[in-house]
């Protein structure tokens, strides 16, 4: 009996049986939640590892479980804290349209940096969560050690946009009929209506997506559409940029290039308003999720840059 040719196909077995069983292996079984307070807003949040904090923030239509592939991969190094920004899921979803403003969403940051008892973290954002993470860099630089934003042009560059470039213009139509709706008219989102199912239906996992319905039907629908009324950046006919606080940090982008909501132009000129390094990464084949459609891309470069500056 040849013992090597045995064992070959035993081992190939076994190695099958744990690849399987990592990739079955969920985040959401593995972190730990809890809640920071904001003047009275309870946010939510879900973490894992231990290191440096990382804070990630979320965009619409998502929660913190968007980020279950980055959780894994940086939580041997980091101490990963992923928010459900308020209104979403587990967070406090307060009535007032006002309470979505962007002082309170720089607030919430703030807080779960403070409840967590340390100076400052590592800041990524997706979408809304890249809005409100470039504005708390602006408002509270001294709190933010490398910013890390997905699929968010910079201010400058997306008010640029917005005043001179026609596709993009276009590409917001989706946003001036959020800010002119209400979460019960029966085509608000994209020609649906506004429900968990329709909301999820972004999320090409089928067991993710499951968790998605279900976070959805615990949120706020007109919470998610304040972030829009109160804050969302209007088109004008001016092309000049408007003066944003330059940023000191390093600075980390992606940027799926298939998104049909944000023109990859919006990233020309970034690197003239930040005076620190500024890192942009593409992903050609990717559309506005990013992190879940280019996952390995985005966790094995976010743990490498993240690394490079402890």
Do not use: C
Not at 96 to 121: P, T
Not at 264 to 287: F, H, K, Q, R, Y
Not at 297 to 306: A, F
Request: net charge negative; no cysteine.
């Amino acid at each position: 009996m040849n013992f090597i040719k045995t064992l070959k196909p035993i081992v190939l077995f076994a190695a099958l049986i744990s690849i399987a069983t990592s990739l079955q292996a969920d985040v959401m079984d593995e972190v730990e939640h809890g809640y920071a307070d904001n003047n009275g807003v309870k946010i939510h949040y879900a973490t894992v590892g231990e290191g440096p904090l990382v804070v990630m923030v979320h965009g619409f239509p998502d929660y913190w479980y968007s980020w279950r592939h980055q959780m894994e991969g940086l939580r041997d190094n980091f101490k990963v804290v992923a928010i459900d920004q308020r209104g979403y899921n587990l967070s406090g979803q307060p009535a007032a349209e006002s309470a979505y403003a962007m002082g309170n969403l720089i607030g919430d940051i703030a807080a779960v940096i403070r409840h967590f008892g340390v100076e400052k973290a590592n800041i990524v954002g997706h979408d809304w969560g890249g809005i409100v993470s470039w504005q708390f860099a602006f408002a509270r630089p001294e709190m933010v050690e490398n910013l890390v934003i997905l699929n968010l042009p910079h201010p400058n560059g997306m008010a640029r946009e917005l005043a001179n470039n026609q596709e993009q213009q276009e590409n917001s139509g989706y946003a001036r009929a959020f800010i002119a709706g209400k979460s019960t008219d029966p085509d608000i989102f994209f020609g649906l209506p506004m429900n968990p199912q329709t909301l999820s239906g972004w999320v090409s996992d089928p067991l993710a997506r499951e968790k998605y319905v279900e976070a959805f039907g615990r949120s706020n629908f007109d919470g998610m559409l304040a972030y829009y009324k109160q804050n969302y950046p209007r088109s004008g006919s001016s092309s000049t940029a408007p003066a944003a606080p330059r940023l000191n940090m390093p600075v980390l982008v992606f940027h799926g290039l298939k998104d049909t909501a944000l023109h990859s132009d919006g990233l020309n000129n970034t690197w003239d308003w930040i005076d620190a390094d500024t890192t942009i990464v593409t992903a050609p084949e990717s559309g506005h999720f990013v992190q879940q459609d280019a996952a390995e891309l985005v966790t094995s470069t976010l743990k490498w840059w993240l690394m490079a500056r402890q």
